[in-house]
């Protein structure tokens, strides 16, 4: 009668192990595509205000008057 528990005990430690491995499986999924993103989102941010601050910097080395900002609101992400 041991010899069976441990064998139900051992299968249903294996069952709940895989069913938390497969819970994990899917928010890391989740978490890389929500990171994907946001890494995208940086860059193209990133990259906006790199120009903006590249075009501003070389309005003023050749006495241009400065343009303003383009509203960051309105950027399209």
Not at 27 to 32: F, H, P, S, Y
Not at 50 to 59: T, V
Request: some cysteine; hydrophobic content about 30%; proline content about 3%.
């Amino acid at each position: 009668m041991a010899k069976l528990l441990e064998t139900f005990s051992a299968h249903k430690r294996l069952w709940q192990q895989q069913r938390e491995i497969d819970q994990l499986r899917e928010e890391l999924a989740k978490l890389r595509s929500q990171n994907d993103s946001m890494r995208e989102g940086m860059r193209r941010c990133v990259t906006c205000d790199y120009r903006i601050d590249f075009k501003q910097r070389q309005d003023s080395a050749t006495g241009k008057q400065q343009t303003p900002a383009p509203d960051l609101a309105n950027h399209e992400q």
